[in-house]
C-alpha cells in the first residue's frame, strides 16, 4: 500500500467487519485529531459492515474514519455525526471535490 507508506500506523482492531485483517490505525494532530481505522477485505464489503465497524469502534471523543481496501478501491464511512457519509467502491481517482463534503 503505497499511499500509506509514510504513515505511522497503529495496531487497531475492528470489530463488526466480518474477520477482515486491520492494517492499522493513523491518527491526526491536535485536541481532537482525526482517527482512521484501515482494514483490507477479500471481497468488496457492504457499506453496512463498514458503517457498523465504524459504530463499534467510536467513542466520541475525536472523529473517524473507517476505510476498508479490497481490490485498488476503498469503501469509507465518517469521519462525524450521527448519519456521516459512506462511499463504497472508490477508486484511485476519486477526490472529494464536488462530493458534498465540507
Known amino acids: 500500500m503505497t499511499f500509506l507508506a509514510d504513515i505511522e500506523l497503529r495496531p487497531v482492531s475492528l470489530a463488526g467487519l466480518g474477520g477482515c485483517p486491520s492494517v ?4 491526526g494532530k491536535g485536541p481532537q485529531p482525526l482517527e482512521i481505522a484501515v482494514a483490507e477485505a477479500s471481497g468488496r464489503p457492504t457499506l453496512t459492515k ?3 465497524a465504524w459504530r463499534v469502534r467510536l467513542d466520541r471523543r475525536c472523529p473517524l474514519l473507517v476505510m476498508v481496501l479490497c481490490d485498488g478501491r476503498a469503501a469509507l464511512y465518517g469521519p462525524a455525526g450521527d448519519q456521516p457519509p459512506g462511499f463504497s467502491a472508490l477508486g484511485p481517482s476519486w477526490s472529494w471535490a464536488g462530493k458534498g463534503a465540507g
Open 24 to 27: 492499522g490505525l493513523a491518527l
Open 50 to 52: 463498514v458503517r457498523d
